[in-house]
């Protein structure tokens, strides 16, 4: 079977700048990685390859994660953030009926083609930067039919583009104006017909639950869980964002793949998560659009070793971000990550809340090869420099898929 040799990478299999492997070279065969390690270790087998491609010494590391989306929706909510910036607090405007259900009114009403173009905007700038996988929630549509669209929109936007696509299932995001003083038959309809319908039809991944004092309490994100459980879907959960309520110890007896957000986190929530294996995904891009000022407990999930991802969060609402490399930036400015924790954050940490076995975060043989090589001197520039493009090739599925080397077409 052909292969192809890519030759002389500063190799960073797991994003570590403490593991690196100079003058590397790494061997793909039918989209994986067959062999990767010091050109001078090549075995005799790969020496003839299909292919040959020289990356003139760059760091090379995994693709990059982006495990936390609300990536399709429809408009924007500038007039929003201006209001805001004239006094007016998120909770205020979310109680005004604006905020997330004023996105509800822009999804639904558009056409799938228009979504997926407004989407597709967004997501191209995350790929220029790296990405290889990236996880899309619904939560804009919140009837059958907005949801059904949200989640064909994410699914056309992996196969219209080199990258995974991971979709979530958040029919529980905000109470739709129809069945305002009713939640808890909203919650019928997420649970009992829009969860199983869509589940069939084969475009939910994972399940989220927004648990917030301006959202669902707990009992009624356990209800969502256990539908999951029902369908045998993963879960994850929006917790402790604004407040605590100790959704993450709930997300943690259910298994979930992640709990996030996580600024009033205790260490009760902590040790739950470490117990059950989920991962904490830090969203500073909201942290900071937000003006947020209780940090997460960075040094408590440390301490205790929960894994801790990073990622954009983009939506319109509180997280109006296309660039991965940003918060990274963030991650380290706002919350103190160190420069190896930042990369494991949107790499193997990533992979993990995505639950999907295909995407490791890291490469090793038998891994997919999807990689970066990057025009920098050192890895810590991918979390230094604020809006700098630094991506030079992405490889995905061991074919490139963009470009961006000076003189490249
Ligand atoms: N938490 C968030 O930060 C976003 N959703 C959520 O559950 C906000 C979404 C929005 O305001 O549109
Ligand atoms: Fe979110």
């Given at each position: ?99 997330i ?36 929630k619904?939560g804009?549509?919140l ?25 979530t299932f958040l029919g529980a995001h905000a109470l ?7 939640s808890d038959d909203y919650l019928n309809l997420v649970c009992e017909?829009m969860m ?10 994972a399940v989220d639950v927004f648990c917030e004092r301006i959202a669902f309490d707990l009992p009624q994100s356990e209800r969502v869980f256990q539908a999951a459980r029902t369908l045998?879907l993963p879960v994850k959960m929006h917790a402790e964002q604004l407040s605590n309520l100790g959704g993450s110890v709930l997300a943690s007896r259910y298994r979930a793949l992640s709990a996030d957000h996580l600024?009033y986190l205790?260490?009760?929530g902590?040790?739950a998560m470490?117990?059950a294996?989920t991962?904490?995904v ?128």
């Amino acid at each position: 079977m052909s292969y192809t040799l890519w030759t002389n990478l500063r190799l960073a299999p797991g994003a570590d700048p403490a593991h690196a492997v100079e003058d590397a070279c790494l061997v793909e065969q039918d989209g994986r990685i067959a062999w990767m390690g010091p050109r001078a270790h090549l075995p005799a087998r790969w020496s003839g390859p299909d292919q040959e491609h020289e990356l003139g010494g760059r760091w090379v590391t995994p693709g990059l994660i982006d495990c936390h989306t609300h990536l399709v929706y429809g408009g924007n909510r500038a007039e929003e953030f201006a209001l805001r910036l004239a006094g007016a607090s998120y909770e205020e405007i979310a109680r005004q009926g604006g905020g997330i259900v004023s996105s509800v009114r822009a999804t639904r009403a558009l056409d799938e083609e228009t979504l997926l173009a407004q989407s597709l905007r967004r997501l191209d700038a995350l790929l220029d930067e790296g990405v290889t996988a990236i996880e899309i929630k619904s939560g804009y549509g919140l009837d059958l039919e907005s949801e059904r669209k949200m989640l064909r929109v994410a699914r056309r936007l992996g196969e219209l583009r080199p990258v995974t696509v991971r979709t979530t299932f958040l029919g529980a995001h905000a109470l739709p104006p129809e069945y305002a003083g009713r939640s808890d038959d909203y919650l019928n309809l997420v649970c009992e017909d829009m969860m199983p319908a869509l589940a069939a039809e084969g475009l939910i991944d994972a399940v989220d639950v927004f648990c917030e004092r301006i959202a669902f309490d707990l009992p009624q994100s356990e209800r969502v869980f256990q539908a999951a459980r029902t369908l045998g879907l993963p879960v994850k959960m929006h917790a402790e964002q604004l407040s605590n309520l100790g959704g993450s110890v709930l997300a943690s007896r259910y298994r979930a793949l992640s709990a996030d957000h996580l600024e009033y986190l205790d260490e009760a929530g902590v040790l739950a998560m470490k117990q059950a294996g989920t991962v904490a995904v830090l969203l500073p891009g909201a942290f900071y659009f937000l003006r947020e000022r209780q940090l997460p407990p960075i040094e408590l999930l440390r301490r205790h070793g929960v894994p801790m991802a990073l990622s954009t969060d983009s939506n319109p609402g509180t997280s109006p971000c296309a660039s991965l490399l940003l918060v990274l930036n963030m991650a380290s400015t706002l919350f103190r990550l160190t420069v190896p924790e930042a990369l494991a954050g949107v790499t193997r940490h990533a992979a993990r809340a995505l639950g999907d076995p295909d995407i490791t975060g890291e490469l090793k043989p038998g891994a997919r090869a999807d990689f970066v090589a990057w025009d920098v001197d050192s890895l810590a520039e991918l979390v230094y420099w604020l809006g700098l493009p630094r991506c030079a090739l992405v490889v995905r599925h061991g074919r490139i898929s963009r470009d961006l080397r000076k003189g490249a077409a």
